[in-house]
């Protein structure tokens, strides 16, 4: 069946731009993760968001960045004025609704700021 | 949040059964412990999960001690598809979502 799709799967850009990173989730799943994984590095936890409440921001390392889930649904990623400190692997996971629920991920979208 | 902890690396040779130890001191009453794999360019997949005592499935066996304060994912006659990095979780802590950290990165040689 269809996993979690990630576009794009590389994304290329100059510092100073905007980036959009989108994540289709397994269809059913409430809850959606974003993590970031630099080089060589444990996931780092972005933003999750469960159903209809209000997400966990805890994670976002700055307000750069920012990212919606519309209709329930697909999310996307935003990450403004680009660093090259943002270069990184981004990955979207999706899950059923409770926390211990084992989550499946995408394979990410390895961005590059030059 | 209950903090992991587990080895760096670990070398196994093909067909060798592979015992991966994590330390989750400060486990909660409600918290799972679960496991993922990663292997390179791709997302982590979930392994298992367990709460207490012995969890196994095709792909694994999960060993709880009583006090929960480690857990040891074990991997039978591992063969070089299994070279991947390994994560221990622990949670959830509430409403928080599981940490991961740095995992074990297992390297299966010939």
């Known amino acids: 069946g269809a996993g979690v799709s990630q576009s794009p799967s590389n994304k290329v850009t100059e510092k100073g731009k905007d980036v959009e990173l989108r994540c289709d989730p397994i269809?059913?799943?409430?809850?959606l993760y974003w993590y970031r994984q630099s080089l060589g590095q444990g996931l780092e936890f972005l933003i999750y968001?469960?159903?209809?409440?209000?997400?966990?921001k805890s994670g976002l390392p700055s307000d750069r960045f920012s990212a919606e889930r519309t209709g329930g649904s697909v999310s996307t990623l935003t990450i403004q004025r680009t660093q090259q400190e943002d270069s990184a692997v981004y990955l979207c996971?999706?899950?059923?609704?409770?926390?211990?629920?084992?989550?499946?991920f995408g394979d990410g979208t390895r961005l590059s700021i030059l | 949040l209950a903090k992991t902890t587990q080895p760096i690396s670990m070398d196994s040779y093909e067909g060798q059964e592979v015992n991966i130890t994590c330390s989750h001191n400060?486990?909660?009453?409600?918290?799972?412990i679960t496991w993922y794999q990663q292997f390179p360019s791709q997302g982590p997949r979930f392994i298992i999960q367990?709460?207490?005592t012995k969890v196994t499935n095709e792909v694994a066996s999960l060993f709880i001690p009583a006090d929960r304060k480690s857990s040891t994912l074990s991997l039978p006659r591992v063969s070089l598809s299994d070279t991947a990095v390994y994560y221990c979780?622990?949670?959830?802590?509430?409403?928080?979502?599981?940490?991961f950290g740095k995992g074990t990165r297992l390297s299966v040689i010939a």
């Open positions: 996971a999706s899950s059923f609704g409770q926390l211990k629920q084992p989550q499946h």
């Open positions: 269809s059913g799943h409430t809850a």
């Open positions: 968001f469960q159903g209809n409440s209000a997400p966990d």
């Open positions: 400060n486990i909660a009453t409600n918290d799972y």
């Open positions: 367990g709460y207490k």
């Open positions: 979780l622990v949670g959830p802590g509430g409403n928080t979502p599981l940490v």
